[in-house]
């Protein structure tokens, strides 16, 4: 029983990934120490690089290079960092892991959060267009994107700050098209097919912890997080973007949701965590939900973010700066008040840069661990060996979690993403626990 067409559920556009946040140095035959570079091709959110960090030790460092397939997903990686370094003084971690997940697996949004998301995209507008040759946050660095992508970031964060001058987009129009784009003739029995994807896909596959409530919830609205009492109706302008279609042999750019309608944000924070307390069941039900796991881990990697601040705290206590904070301190935080994390920095790279890198001397046997997702795999080549460094590891996003496969595409894409590292002359990390979400592989002893 396939409860949609395959085309349409996962989306084209990759807005979260469809893996857990994994710890990348620690993946792989030996975990990496010191200073680390690593590269991400088509991640979709930040969820790697914030367990990644959490995962250092305090002499360690790590430079992450991020190329995205679009330059929305660029922004919205920038606004999701932006909000992971706003300091405690300005923001405390419960309100900002809140506001992080809304923004992150929300269509809709509460106005205090579009607020603060408004704020977020005037300054990283002025990043953009004022820092030309130096980053002006080491976390949000977009020197060595081109100008005219620069200029599409200015143009992006514009249309967040005054939504009135664009085309006004009403989400839950733009969410309803794709659903029932996506299930055609189901679609008068659409929560049957939700509860199907739920209970023999997600279920299934290990995800007993995802709410059936919240599940459909997302499915119907696309709202996934509602942790606070509030009104969600403003649209999530970092989940539009434009998509190409063919009318009457013209291309036209249509503005709207082309993101995932099917597996949901769950996924990057909130199907695995260490704290047992939150995987404890009561009368045959999980007594937490992804949603509290999701809270609980992003509390976590944002309090392993203050630890590694560089610069000096106010004698505020943690206490205080737990508390949530008055609007007017945020109206007044800059790209330069923002937390700046000992030895860590996040470069943003040209889209086409990938093949390019190899012919770049600073890139030769440079990155220590390569990360592909799952919708990039394709642009896996020999060139990875000319940047990969001698011991590198190569981790590849499997399609286990992309639920309009079935079984047989699914083993079909791990024996393609297999075919695909062999010919670039990589082979499995043999010693590794195979785990189906993600492919480890390291180069081949020449």
Same mark, same amino acid.
């Given at each position: 029983m ?11 556009i ?8 994994r710890?990348l140095?620690?993946t792989?035959?030996?975990?990496l ?17 914030l ?23 660029v922004a919205r990686?920038l ?12 923001m ?7 506001v992080?997940?809304e ?9 205090q ?6 704020l977020?995209?005037s300054?990283?507008?002025l990043?953009?267009?004022e ?5 002006a946050?080491p976390?949000l ?27 006004p987009i009403?989400?839950?129009?733009a ?14 029995s659409?929560?049957g097919?939700?509860?199907?994807d ?27 997080f ?12 970092? #989940? ?9 042999g %013209?291309? $036209?750019? @249509?503005?709207g949701?082309?993101g995932? *309608?099917v597996?949901?944000?769950?996924l ?12 404890k ?24 973010l203050s630890?590694?601040?560089g ?9 205080e700066?737990?508390e ?10 800059t790209?330069?008040?923002?937390m ?6 996040v ?11 190899s ?18 795999v394709h642009? #896996?080549?020999t060139?990875?060996r000319?940047?990969?460094a001698? %011991?590198a $590891?190569? @981790?590849?996003?499997?399609a286990?979690? *992309? ?5 047989e595409?699914e ?25 189906d ?10």
């Amino acid at each position: 029983m396939s409860a949609g067409r395959a085309s349409e559920g996962a989306g084209c556009i990759s807005w979260w990934g469809f893996s857990p946040a994994r710890d990348l140095l620690s993946t792989g035959p030996v975990r990496l120490e010191g200073e680390a570079n690593v590269l991400l091709i088509g991640a979709g959110d930040p969820r790697h690089i914030l367990k990644t960090v959490a995962g250092l030790q305090n002499n360690e460092s790590l430079h992450v290079w991020v190329i995205e397939n679009s330059m929305e997903e660029v922004a919205r990686q920038l606004l999701l960092l932006y909000l992971a370094l706003m300091p405690p003084e300005s923001m405390g971690n419960n309100e900002k892991t809140e506001v992080f997940l809304e923004v992150f697996g929300n269509s809709e949004i509460r106005s205090q959060t579009e607020e603060t998301l408004r704020l977020a995209a005037s300054q990283l507008s002025l990043c953009v267009t004022e820092t030309l040759e130096t980053a002006a946050h080491p976390c949000l660095n977009t020197t060595l994107l081109k100008f005219k992508e620069r200029d599409e970031l200015t143009r992006i964060f514009k249309s967040w700050i005054q939504p009135q001058t664009c085309a006004p987009i009403l989400m839950s129009k733009a969410w309803d098209y794709r659903v029932r784009q996506h299930l055609g003739t189901r679609y008068d029995s659409k929560k049957g097919c939700f509860d199907w994807d739920l209970t023999m896909k997600l279920y299934e596959k290990g995800c007993g912890i995802i709410n059936k409530q919240q599940y459909v919830r997302w499915r119907e609205r696309g709202l996934a997080f509602e942790m606070r009492e509030g009104v969600y109706q403003i649209t999530n302008p970092s #989940l539009l973007s434009y998509r190409v279609f063919r009318q009457k042999g %013209d291309k $036209v750019a @249509v503005r709207g949701y082309w993101g995932d *309608i099917v597996s949901g944000p769950y996924l990057s924070f909130g199907i695995e965590t260490d704290d047992k307390d939150l995987l404890k069941t009561q009368n045959g039900q999980q007594t937490k939900t992804a949603q509290d796991i999701s809270f609980a881990n992003v509390h976590a990697l944002f309090q392993s973010l203050s630890s590694r601040r560089g610069c000096p705290t106010t004698s505020q206590s943690d206490a205080e700066a737990e508390e949530p904070s008055p609007q007017t301190d945020r109206k007044s935080v800059t790209i330069n008040d923002l937390m700046h994390l000992n030895g860590i920095s996040v470069t943003f790279l040209p889209m086409d840069s990938l093949h390019k890198l190899s012919q770049k001397q600073k890139y030769s046997h440079f990155f220590n661990t390569i990360y592909f997702s799952a919708s990039c795999v394709h642009q #896996l080549g020999t060139t990875m060996r000319q940047i990969a460094a001698p %011991d590198a $590891v190569l @981790v590849v996003e499997l399609a286990k979690y *992309i639920l309009d496969l079935n079984k047989e595409q699914e083993a079909g894409f791990a024996e393609r993403v297999a075919s695909i590292a062999l010919e670039a002359e990589f082979e499995p990390w043999q010693e590794g626990r195979s785990d189906d979400v993600h492919a480890v592989f390291i180069p081949q002893k020449k």
